[in-house]
């Protein structure tokens, strides 16, 4: 059974800075591609950014040159990196692993960016 545990979230002043993390377990993660979306309130959830099983990455527009994602296949961890936080980064956000066809999604961390 694929379960994805997300941590990291938390309450940051805009500018700000913090790193997501996602544990996988019972999956072959490292064949595996790694996504971290996010929603806020009102809104669709969104993609914000997919790494490949080869380390391949692609960002949404809105956070590009501010967020990083990267994996540890020793750890089967997703990470995602957050700087110069903004009000609108606020959101809920999850990680999502694709396997064979299939999509398991995290419970969720929160994010609140304060003006």
């Known amino acids: 059974q694929v379960q994805l545990v997300e941590s990291g979230g938390g309450l940051v002043q805009a500018g700000g800075s913090l790193r997501l993390s996602c544990a996988a377990s019972?999956?072959?993660?490292?064949?595996?591609?790694m996504s971290w979306y996010r929603q806020a309130p009102g809104k669709q959830r969104e993609l914000v950014a997919v790494?490949?099983?080869?380390?391949?990455?692609n960002y949404a527009d809105s956070v590009k040159g501010r967020f990083t994602i990267s994996r540890d296949n020793g750890k089967n961890t997703v990470y995602l990196q957050m700087n110069s936080l903004k009000p609108e980064d606020t959101a809920v956000y999850y990680c999502?692993?694709?396997?064979?066809?299939?999509?398991?999604w995290g419970q969720g961390t929160q994010v609140t960016v304060s003006s």
């Open positions: 790494i490949t099983s080869g380390g391949g990455t």
């Open positions: 019972g999956s072959i993660f490292r064949i595996n591609a």
């Open positions: 999502k692993e694709s396997q064979a066809g299939f999509v398991y």
